[in-house]
Every structure is written in structure tokens, then in C-alpha cells.
């Protein structure tokens, strides 16, 4: 319950800001970091049991069938990304506080935060696969939110809607990559996943599987050649910024590299994607921070160096390569949280991040440059900070690799290199923002340091920065052991955290890179101008083009698709139907079965002709559209008497009731309509019309009669053994609605309510011309309500009340029902309002068919909560036998209340959708019916 808690407590505290906001901004920030807090406690109150190693998995089921439980995992890989979600959260929480103007809607800035720190807990504390996947969209969707925070900022709307394309898209290629894998290992759930590495890495679909996750992987962490969202990103509020590139969103990557290691990783399919990919990424940006002018941007690209730099680790496939990844991955949230934090102060008390125009910051602002300089020189590898000693573990790493032959030495060349740049734009960062001279046209001058307690964040993570360098035996060594079993899923292999290893290649490329770094930068000058000389790329422009190519296409197709012409769309569907039937007949050797049909008599025979006569006759009536509602009618009645004739008095009776409901509501609309329809199809498109019809309805016929000419296995005998002894009722149809299928008639029912809502709402306020004459000039009748009419509905509305309780009352073991007996309710109450009018039936008739609706929804979804309460599946129905004196033995079941909603519904929307067509004509009240 605690694990699940952790991950719930973010989504239940996203109110607490909302509700704060305007009681000031320190008691709302205050309001915002409740949750995280309440989490971190639970969090930390697992932690003696995690280090030992005993993780453990809760399980809540769920969509069991379709293998999705929640289900949330806590060990030390887990532990390890929660802690740094959570503990960097709260220090954003602090920081965002000083950071974001007065003026700025501060409680929806958290509850963004507090929505997308969620959705990370979700991801690393999922133990289901599929799971993990709602929680991997949610974290596409609410960084979305977080980067266009600034919305009035057209670089803000445009780099969320990049990150939001970039990473959803890789998004979709998981989802496919993690059916397959589940297909593969034969479940979803970690623990059995874990365990199937052979399996999986042996299957033909590996190589597929593979690609589709790093792919997504490889979007949500930036590693090229779809890294150019996140430096679009930085329109984001820095804390944002912070937040994202230290531990959530790009982490969410690696950390799946981490988590699925045992399974996925020692193939050449794994080294060589994995670590090319991670190679590649980590020289180009580490060569394009360099260049960069704007501080977040240098920053930005620093992180899509370090992420490639741990993805080329976990690509290189050994077991301290990945202690060496999940070292930096804790040292590059703490040095980069910071960074980012120390550039929002710059920005924040200076105005630019332009590092042409911030210099000399250090007589100014001494106590941010001693934070960022240490923070910064963390980046760089210095010795006594903790990125030199995951540095010297990748360096150490990238000598232990032998996969790609007499070319071995590329990789640690490259890491050198890469160490280089490294220390050079660090060095710039440090240099030309502290020292270099003095600020040059600063909106806000002169500068100075923030307020007090928006430095105590930087100070927290910078004071890890030092003694997870200087002690990290004492320090991070339990939580890194816990989180590499974890990821390994078996022993830790032996290493050492130890300050000094004496002299070795690995320090000498240490100091090949510091040394390299301190030239690159004094030589500084000739670089940006060969920088400035290259051909411009603004990866957001290509984007921006790309889209807009995408969305130029997708105008043009649907110009060709979508005419306007319904008839054309018609067309169009009858064509592909036909087109299928044709195929999925081809491959019958005979047509018929071995079944044979049953025999018509003739006064089937009879039925069957009308109908078709009917069906003809609306065809050639079209036009006059009186004449064809009537054979339409009649096509109603005679289908009607079909579902009678073969046994299915339910249906027959329902298809009675919605006849009438149809054919009074058609009438309705006709009163507003010419009552002839103008010709507008050619000759040609007629035969074509004629031609699609009979084509269609043969190949219907002909697939018919292939299906019951054949035998097949049908569900009906479940229901039919089950009725009684389940259900309680002996009329099958029923109780399939009420108790079987009960959840889907739950749902039709308030669809139901929901379109009578909207059709209401379409109605209200329209008022059409009242006609008149007909076609001809003749006037209509001045009486609206002649006497008899008047006469027989009031004679009619007790006989159809007492007719509507009995089907309603014998429903469940005979044919009828609470839909059925709510149609002929609202059949007579509407006959009312057709004979005597709106208003003389509205005053006789104070009901609010809103209510009425909603309440039939309530009380059957209320049904179903009380067979929760007793321990059953939601809407099972319950029923017993009893004896009364002279009535004798009957019986009471549950399902009588839940067709009592269906009733209630089927009146409230009926009469809300017919009643109100009533007040359309100009002659009618203004009065609206409630």
C-alpha cells in the first residue's frame, strides 16, 4: 500500500496548490510540496529493506485478461531514480517559488509539476510493462504542459509542440516494441520479463523488439540524430529546465536502458546500436556546447553530451560499465540540477543568458559564482567532485571493450575527446560569466545575489557534489550497490569507489582531458570564427518546415477524400464492403454448407414479400417524403414481426417500441421540411446508386447464407444454462442486459442520457418559420389539436401506463423489460403533447426529464456499487425466493432496480429529445421543458 501511495500521493496533491495559489506564494509552494514530502518519508521508510536487496512487487488487479494489473516494483534500480525524482523535486519546489514573477499563475505552474513528477514515480515504480507505458505517455503529455508554461511565447509553444511530437512519436515505437517483448516473454509483468533474457535475446523478433524500444529510448533521452527538442526545450521556466535535465524526463531513457539491461543487452545488436548511437551523441554535444551563447543552451547540450556518455556505457555491455553508468547518472543530477538552478539566478537577477553580455559576475555576485563554479567544475572532472569519478570509471570502461576489432581504440579516443570539450566549455562557463571583463547592456544592472533561500537548493546539491567526491565509500556506495543488483539482476560485481587508483591510462586520459579542455578554450577564438563559418542549421526551423510539409499533404489528401458528398462517402464504403465480401467468398470451394435451412411457410413467404415491397417502395417515394416515412413504417412492422415470427419476442416488441419512438419523431421533423425533396442526382449517378445497392445486397444475401448454411459454435447455450441459476429470470434476453452484460447496458443507457443532453441543448433557443400552406398554396388546418385525437390520448394514457408497469414488471422472466416499458411510457406521455400541446401538457406534467434521466443513471450505477459492497462483481444481481400469505411463493431480485434506471433513463431522454422539438416553431411558447 506504501509503494502505491508514493506514486498516488503527487496526483493527490495537485489540488493543494490550485487551492493555495491565492493565499500567497510561500504557502503555495508550501501546498505544493506536501505530497512530494509525504512520498519521500514512505520512500525513505524502504529504504533498510532495498539496500539488503529485498525488493518486493503490490499488485492490484485490474484488466487482468488483457495483462495490465497495477502493479508498482520497489528495488534498488527503482529506489534510485524515485529518490532523485523526489528529492530534486522538492528542491525545485523551493527554488520555483523565488524564481517565477508575481505575476505568474504559480499554483498551476505545481500542479503541472506535481502532475509530470507523478508520471515519472509511475514509470520507475511500474513492475507492469504496459503500465509503465500510460505512465511514459503522461510524462510526454505533462512536459508538454511544463514547456509551454510561458504560452504568450510563440519559442515556448514551439518547443513544446516539438518535444511533445519528438517524444510521443518514440512513444508509439515502445508501445510496439513492449507488445512484443510481452509477446515474446509471454507476460508483461517485470519479474517474469526479468527472467526471460534467453528466451527473448533467442527469439527471431528480437532484433525488431530491440528497435522499437531503443527508439524509444532514444527520442526520450536526445540521443542523436533525435536530440534537437531539448535545447528547443529551454524555452521552458528554468526550473522546469532543471527539473527535466537533471532527473525526470531524459532519464526516463536510460533508465529503461537500465531496467531492461538483463534482458535485452549482450547481443551485437545491443553494442553496436547502443553504443554507436551513445558515441555519436556524446561528441556532438559535447562539441556544440561549446558554441553556444545562451548559458541554457550551453547547458542543454551538455546534457545531451552526459546522456550519450551513460547510453555509450550501457552499450559497451559490461558489468562495471553499468556501475559506471548508474555513478553518473546520480552524479549528473546533482551537478546539472545546480547548473541549471545558477543559470535561472543569472538570468533571474541580470535579465539575459547571453554569456557575450554577462562578464564579471564574481565582484557581484561571489557567492552564486562559488556555487556554479564548483557545480561546473564537477561537469568538467575535476578531481575531489563526484563527476571525476564516474569519469575515470567511463574512461576506465571504454578501454574494456574489444567488439569492434583493430578499430578498439576509436571508443576511448573518443571519450578523450569528448573529455576534452568537456573541460572547455565548463571552463567557459565558469570564465566568461564570472571574470572576462565587465557586463555589457544588462536589462537589469547592476546585478546581485537572489534572495537568500533560492540559493539553498544550489547549496544542497552542490554540497553533494563534494562529498559524494570526497567520501563516496560513506556516501552514495549503499544506494549505487542497491541500484546495480538491481539493474544486473544478480551479484554486484567487484569495484572500487576509492579517490586514488594510482597512476593508470584511465587518469592519464583524466588529465589529457583537462589539459586539452584549458587549450581548446585559450584557443577559443579561431573556433567560433570556424563555428561561424559553418552553414546555419536552426534544428527548429527544419522542424517547423517538416510540419508544415505534413500538414500541407494531409490538406491536399483530404481535399481528394472528403468532396462534401455523402453520397460519394457512401459510395465509397459500399464500394470497400463489397470489395472484402468478394475476397473472403473467393476462397470457398461451394458456397452452401452442409446445413440445411430451415422451411418457410407461406405465411413467412407473405411477411418476406411485404417487407421487400415496403424496402422498394421507400426507394421509389423518396422524393415525397411523407409517402416513403409511411412504407418506411410499414418496413419497421414487418421486421418486427419477423424478430416475432422466429422467436425473439423481446426483440420484437423493442423494435415495435423504437418504431414508434422513430416514426413520431420523423413526422416532427418532417412539420418543419418541404414535404418533397428536389431532384439532385443525374441519371448516371442513379444507375450508379442502383447498381452499389443490388451489388451490396447480394453479396449480404450470398455471405448469409454461407454463414447459416454452415455450423458454428455459438455462446447462446451459456445464457441459456446459466439464466436461471445466475441471473434469476428465465427470459435470457433480460437477463443478459440486467446482469451478464449489465456494465454494457450501463453504458448505452448513459450515452443515451448524454445525446438527449446535447439534443436539448442544439434545440434550445431555435425557432423555425411555422409553415403554413403545402407545395401547392393549400392552407393547413388551423386546428392543431382536433377533439378526437384530444379525446382518444386521454383515454390512451392509462391503458399505456398500466401496459408500461406490466412489461416493466414481468421483464425478468418474460418478455419485456425496463427499456421496452420506458419507450411506451414515453410513447404516451408524448402523445399528450402532440394532442393537447406543449404548454396544457408541461402544466400537468412538472417533471424535469434532466433529473428524470440522471437519476435512472444513478440508481443503476448505484446497483452495481451495492454488489461491490457485498463482495460481487460490479452490477452482479442478486435474488432470492419468498412465500406471502394468499399470494403464494414469488421472487425479488436486484435487477429490478437496475432496470428501474434503465426506465427512468429511457423516459428522461425520450421526452427531452421529442418534447423539446416542440418549442422550434415560432408559434409554440418560448417555455422550455426541464
Known amino acids: 500500500m506504501a509503494l502505491a501511495l508514493v506514486v498516488a500521493l503527487p496526483f493527490l496533491g495537485i489540488l493543494l496548490p490550485l487551492l493555495a495559489d491565492r493565499k500567497g506564494r510561500s504557502l503555495c509552494a508550501l501546498a505544493a510540496a506536501i505530497a512530494p514530502a509525504a512520498a519521500m518519508v514512505l520512500l525513505w521508510a524502504e529504504r533498510p529493506g532495498t539496500f539488503e536487496g529485498h525488493g518486493h512487487v503490490v499488485r492490484y488487479p485490474w484488466l487482468t485478461e488483457l495483462g495490465l494489473d497495477l502493479s508498482f516494483r520497489l528495488d534498488g534500480l527503482s529506489f534510485l531514480f524515485a529518490l532523485l525524482i523526489l528529492g530534486i523535486g522538492l528542491l525545485v519546489i523551493l527554488y520555483a517559488r523565488y524564481y517565477l514573477a508575481k505575476q505568474e499563475p504559480m499554483g498551476r505552474f505545481f500542479a503541472y509539476l506535481l502532475l509530470f513528477m507523478g508520471a515519472m514515480l509511475g514509470v520507475v515504480l511500474s513492475e507492469n510493462l504496459l503500465l509503465m507505458l500510460v505512465f511514459w505517455e503522461l510524462t510526454s503529455l505533462s512536459s508538454f504542459l511544463l514547456v509551454g508554461f510561458w504560452s504568450g511565447s510563440s519559442d515556448a509553444r514551439r518547443g513544446a509542440r516539438m518535444a511533445l511530437t519528438v517524444t510521443g512519436g518514440g512513444g508509439l515505437a515502445l508501445l510496439a516494441g513492449i507488445l512484443l517483448l510481452g509477446h515474446i516473454a509471454g507476460s508483461f509483468e517485470l519479474s517474469m520479463v526479468l527472467e526471460a533474457g534467453d528466451i527473448v535475446r533467442a527469439h527471431s523478433l528480437y532484433p525488431v523488439a530491440l528497435t522499437l524500444i531503443l527508439l524509444g529510448v532514444f527520442t526520450k533521452s536526445a540521443q542523436f540524430p533525435f536530440h534537437f527538442w531539448l535545447p528547443q526545450a529551454m524555452a521552458a521556466p528554468t526550473p522546469v529546465s532543471a527539473y527535466l535535465h537533471s532527473a525526470t524526463m531524459v532519464k526516463a531513457g536510460v533508465f529503461l536502458l537500465a531496467r531492461l539491461y538483463p534482458v535485452l543487452a549482450g547481443t551485437d545488436w545491443w553494442f553496436y546500436m547502443v553504443s554507436m548511437t551513445g558515441m ?11 558554441f553556444q551563447h545562451d548559458l541554457k543552451g550551453l547547458l542543454a547540450y551538455s546534457t545531451i553530451s552526459h546522456l550519450g556518455l551513460i547510453t555509450l556505457l550501457f552499450g559497451l555491455d559490461t558489468e562495471l560499465a553499468t556501475v559506471a553508468a548508474l555513478f553518473h547518472i546520480i552524479n549528473h543530477a546533482t551537478f546539472k540540477a545546480s547548473l541549471f538552478m545558477a543559470a535561472g539566478i543569472i538570468d533571474h537577477e541580470t535579465g539575459s543568458r547571453d554569456m557575450r553580455r554577462i562578464a564579471g559576475l564574481w565582484k557581484y555576485m561571489p557567492h552564486t559564482a562559488v556555487l556554479a563554479m564548483v557545480a561546473a567544475s564537477a561537469m568538467a572532472g575535476v578531481p575531489l567532485l563526484n563527476g571525476f569519478l564516474s569519469k575515470e570509471m567511463f574512461f576506465s570502461e571504454t578501454l574494456n571493450q574489444d567488439l569492434l576489432g583493430i578499430f578498439n581504440w576509436m571508443i576511448p579516443v573518443a571519450a578523450t575527446l569528448a573529455g576534452v570539450f568537456s573541460v572547455a566549455y565548463s571552463l567557459r562557463f565558469i570564465h566568461d560569466v564570472f571574470f572576462n571583463g565587465e557586463p555589457k547592456d544588462l536589462p537589469k544592472y547592476p546585478p546581485h545575489e537572489p534572495p537568500r533561500y533560492m540559493k539553498v537548493p544550489v547549496e544542497v546539491l552542490v554540497f553533494l557534489c563534494l562529498l559524494v567526491g570526497m567520501l563516496p565509500a560513506y556516501t552514495v556506495a549503499p544506494l549505487l550497490a542497491a541500484a546495480v543488483a538491481a539493474s544486473l539482476g544478480g551479484e554486484v560485481p567487484q569495484y572500487s569507489l576509492a579517490i586514488w587508483h594510482g597512476f593508470n591510462l584511465p587518469l592519464a586520459m583524466s588529465v589529457v582531458a583537462l589539459a586539452g579542455g584549458v587549450l581548446v578554450y585559450a584557443c577559443r577564438e579561431p573556433l567560433f570564427r570556424w563555428y561561424d563559418g559553418m552553414p546555419t542549421m536552426d534544428a527548429k526551423d527544419i522542424f517547423e518546415r517538416f510540419i508544415s510539409s505534413v500538414v500541407m499533404g494531409a490538406r ?5 477524400l472528403e468532396s462534401g ?50 424496402a422498394v417502395l421507400t426507394v421509389v417515394f423518396h422524393r415525397d417524403r411523407l409517402k416513403a416515412l409511411m412504407t418506411l413504417s410499414c418496413a419497421g ?44 442526382s443525374s441519371s448516371l449517378r442513379g444507375l450508379r446508386d442502383a447498381a452499389l445497392a443490388g451489388g451490396a445486397g447480394i453479396a449480404i444475401a450470398l455471405l448469409t447464407y454461407a454463414v447459416m448454411t454452415r455450423p458454428y459454435d455459438s455462446i447462446s447455450s451459456f445464457f441459456l444454462e446459466n439464466s436461471v441459476s445466475g441471473g434469476g429470470g428465465t427470459n435470457v434476453v433480460n437477463v443478459i442486459l440486467v ?5 454494457d447496458t450501463l453504458g448505452e443507457i448513459a450515452v443515451l442520457a448524454i445525446a438527449a443532453v446535447g439534443i436539448y441543448g442544439l434545440l434550445a433557443g ?22 378526437i385525437l384530444d379525446v382518444i390520448a386521454r383515454l390512451m394514457m392509462p391503458m399505456a401506463l398500466l401496459v408500461s408497469a406490466f412489461i416493466f414488471l414481468r421483464g425478468h422472466n418474460l418478455p419485456g423489460g425496463g427499456f421496452i416499458a420506458g419507450l411506451i411510457t414515453a410513447i404516451a406521455l408524448i402523445l399528450q403533447y402532440v394532442a393537447h400541446g406543449v404548454e396544457w401538457t408541461q402544466q400537468r406534467l412538472r417533471w ?29 444481481s442478486a435474488f432470492d425466493y419468498f412465500h406471502l400469505p394468499l399470494i403464494g411463493k ?6 429490478l432496480l437496475f432496470d428501474l434506471g434503465v426506465y427512468l433513463t429511457v423516459v428522461g431522454a425520450t421526452l427531452l429529445i421529442l418534447s423539446n422539438i416542440g418549442h422550434v416553431s415560432q408559434d409554440e411558447s418560448s417555455k422550455e421543458v426541464h
Open 565 to 614: 458528398s455523402l453520397q460519394r462517402y457512401i459510395a465509397w464504403l459500399l464500394l470497400s464492403a463489397l470489395a472484402l465480401l468478394v475476397v473472403a467468398l473467393s476462397d470457398l470451394k461451394k458456397l452452401g454448407g452442409e446445413v440445411a435451412l430451415s422451411p418457410v411457410d407461406g405465411i413467412t413467404t407473405l411477411g418476406m414479400l411485404i417487407l421487400c415491397v415496403m
Open 280 to 290: 555519436v551523441t556524446l561528441l556532438f554535444g559535447a562539441g556544440m556546447a561549446l
Open 890 to 895: 414469488f421472487e425479488l431480485a436486484t435487477a
Open 556 to 560: 491536399a489528401l483530404t481535399r481528394i
Open 766 to 787: 431555435l425557432h423555425l418559420p411555422h409553415p403554413h400552406t403545402d407545395r401547392n398554396g393549400k392552407l393547413w388546418s388551423t386546428d392543431s389539436h382536433p377533439m
Open 637 to 680: 412492422l414487418m421486421v418486427a414481426l419477423a424478430f416475432a415470427r422466429y422467436s425473439a419476442p423481446d426483440l420484437a416488441l423493442t423494435q415495435l417500441s423504437v418504431e414508434v419512438v422513430t416514426i413520431i419523431l420523423l413526422v416532427l421533423a418532417l412539420f418543419f421540411m418541404p414535404d418533397r425533396t428536389p431532384q439532385e
Open 848 to 876: 424535469s426529464y434532466h433529473s428524470m434521466a440522471g437519476l435512472g443513471i444513478l440508481i443503476a450505477a448505484l446497483t452495481g456499487l451495492g454488489s461491490l459492497a457485498f463482495g460481487a462483481p460490479f452490477l452482479t
Open 739 to 743: 446482469d451478464f452484460r449489465g456494465f
